[in-house]
């Protein structure tokens, strides 16, 4: 079994995990009939290195596997809080961007979903003085205060330079240039989600200020 995938809107890579492709343990000492792993233990075994992969890196989860395990799977799992969706199938041989094809539509229906969520979590913490807006301010404090939730209206990409430090944007127009990040969109999502925040993409207008992006942190 190979979920070991981590998708960033658009882009499918290898998670960063040495947990997977796992397999069904096998014992040559047992009789032929009793040599492979029960389903269950191997599901349990996938599930319990799942989770401790979300533990460090928390994200949607889209769960793609053949019948009956998919659906094995789903009732047995203690660690899918964050199911964005299902695809049915054996997909062990796909090409990796057939598979992001399958992917994507979940995780940007899942992240569009919690709008409500998320838009009411900001009004909060804005009054909690625990909130900012605005891509420069939320940069800022993605990589220095502690990340809750991000939020992203659903148009808004900014292709930019990032400065040697790392803290500050500078839009940028020459997109083609090597030094420039076509989106620093996405480079801001990987970074909160790396960091444990959830995401939302969010309607246009949204957004108090006339922003376009908006970021929660949590207690110090």
């Keep these: 079994m190979d979920p ?19 397999h069904a343990r096998t014992d040559k000492q047992r009789t ?24 460090v890196h928390p994200a949607p989860v889209v769960v793609i596997a053949a019948e009956p395990t998919l659906s094995r799977f789903l009732q047995m799992s ?10 049915t199938g054996n997909h062990v041989t796909t090409p990796l961007l057939e598979i992001e094809g399958l992917v994507a539509p979940h995780i940007e229906q899942y992240l569009a979903s919690r709008q409500d ?10 009054g909690q003085d625990r909130a900012v807006v605005g891509l420069e301010s939320v940069w800022l404090a993605s990589r220095w205060e502690r990340p809750e939730m991000l939020a992203v209206e659903d148009d808004f990409f900014f292709p930019a330079r990032i400065s040697p430090d790392g803290d500050s944007l500078d839009a940028a127009d020459d997109v083609e240039h090597p030094d420039v990040i076509d989106d620093v969109i996405d480079e801001l999502i990987e970074q909160v989600l790396a960091r444990g925040a959830w ?11 006339g922003q376009r992006v908006a970021l929660t942190t949590r207690q110090r």
């Design 199 to 209: 995401v939302a993409l969010v309607e246009p207008g949204t957004i108090p200020d």
């Design 117 to 126: 969520e998320a838009l009411v979590l900001l009004e909060r913490r804005l």
């Design 32 to 55: 032929d009939t009793e040599r492979t792993e029960p389903a269950h233990g191997f599901l349990k075994r996938v599930d319990q290195a799942l989770g401790a992969h979300l533990r």
């Design 4 to 22: 070991g995938f981590d998708h960033q809107l658009g882009t499918l890579g290898r998670a960063d995990t040495t947990k997977f492709p796992m």
């Design 78 to 87: 203690a660690n899918l809080g964050r199911l964005a969706g299902r695809v």
